[in-house]
């Protein structure tokens, strides 16, 4: 099995962690040469969009998904849900709150040529949405129980998203939320979120590099 991946995405990263903290026979590749406009990739993902995970059965894509279709599909790996039934809702709310809240804005911001109303917009909508996390998170712990699951593999990604992008802008936007910003510094340390923070710090060197 298979996993279109780039090291920077954050939706490709947060699968990435679950792969690596579930130890999954699944192999990374990268999209083919000018995958947004090419034709066989679009067969596999009709959103034209990374990750994607290629099946026996066929491609199947949305990240959020992908997590929790690897939950299911290798039962006999550590799992990344929490027991608890309400935790585990808290889990896909995590996610989705990420999804809805997070990452539109911080992708509007991470464009080059957003214009000055539509940036302070982005702006605005992504300290909200980590305003939120304020009273959602634990501070310096995981977000549910006391082990990585699916809500951190998706948190950890988009909050060192934002921090890059609110780097390139000048800007604060996660540190003045302390607790969020506690929960990020303490995921950094975990073995499987620190080794895709660093693929994503390496792919982020070489595009600065290749331009
Ligand atoms: N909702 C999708 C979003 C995936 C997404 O937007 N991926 C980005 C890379 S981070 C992408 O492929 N963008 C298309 C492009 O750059 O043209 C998911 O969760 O998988």
């Avoid at 290629?54 to 199947?60: C, T």
């Avoid at 997070?102 to 992504?126: I, Q, W």
């Avoid at 998170?137 to 998706?154: N, Q, S, V």
């Amino acid at each position: 099995m298979d996993l279109i991946s780039l090291p920077v995405s954050p939706f490709a990263a947060r699968v990435r962690i679950a792969i690596y903290a579930k130890g999954l026979p699944i192999d990374l590749i990268p999209p083919p040469a000018g995958w947004r406009d090419n034709r066989h990739f679009r067969d596999l993902s009709p959103t034209g969009r990374i990750p994607v995970l290629l099946e026996d059965r066929g491609p199947l894509w949305e990240s959020a998904v992908l997590l929790e279709y690897l939950e299911e599909r290798f039962p006999e790996a550590p799992s990344l849900m929490p027991i608890d039934v309400f935790d585990r809702a808290m889990a896909r709310l995590l996610v989705r709150h990420v999804d809805l809240y997070l990452m539109p804005s911080m992708v509007a911001l991470a464009k080059p040529r957003t214009d000055a109303a539509s940036a302070r917009r982005a702006v605005e909508e992504l300290l909200n949405g980590v305003a939120m996390l304020e009273d959602l998170l634990p501070g310096p712990a995981y977000a549910l129980c006391d082990r990585l699951t699916i809500a951190d593999c998706a948190l950890a990604p988009a909050l060192f998203a934002i921090g890059v992008t609110a780097e390139r802008l000048g800007m604060d936007l996660i540190a003045p939320a302390s607790i969020t910003e506690a929960y990020a510094q303490f995921l950094r340390r975990d073995q499987h979120v620190e080794r895709v923070i660093d693929e994503m710090q390496e792919g982020l060197r070489h595009l600065v590099q290749v331009g």
